[in-house]
Nanobody
Framework: QVPLVESGGDLVQPGGSLRLTCAPSGRTFSMNTMAWFRQAPGKEREFVTA????????WYLDSIKGRFTLSRDNAKNAMYLQMNNLKPEDTATYYC????????????????????WGQGTQVTVSS
């Protein structure tokens, strides 16, 4: 059973908005750090944004700052990604990831540091 489940991906026109959701599939585990990554065809998986359960700093990929907003609901172990002013270059499969550790700034952007992943949700931005 995949530990995390993403939803909300869709086909949207440039300038449009989407809201992605990530939640555990049923298993219970510590998700002290949660993150979104994305992967476009033929490219490596790319860090998008992350936050820790304790709150505080939210890390963002430079190209999405001001357009994407990460939030989480600790009571539900859920995480959301509000994506506004979408661009064709945002087209990718978006993955939710969680780590049982409180990752630090130097490691929070690296996929191998995450323990649990979802199967991904497709976001396509095209006219």
């Amino acid at each position: 059973q995949v530990p995390l489940v993403e939803s909300g991906g869709d086909l949207v026109q440039p300038g449009g908005s989407l809201r992605l959701t990530c939640a555990p599939s049923g298993r219970t585990f510590s998700m002290n750090t949660m993150a979104w990554f994305r992967q476009a065809p033929g490219k490596e998986r790319e860090f998008v944004t992350a936050t820790r359960r304790s709150g505080g700093t939210i890390w963002y990929l430079d190209s999405i700052k001001g357009r994407f907003t990460l939030s989480r609901d600790n009571a539900k172990n859920a995480m959301y990604l509000q994506m506004n002013n979408l661009k064709p270059e945002d087209t990718a499969t978006y993955y939710c990831a969680a780590s049982e550790r409180n990752l630090i700034a130097s490691s929070i952007r690296l996929p191998p540091n995450y323990d649990y992943w979802g199967q991904g949700t497709q976001v396509t931005v095209s006219s």
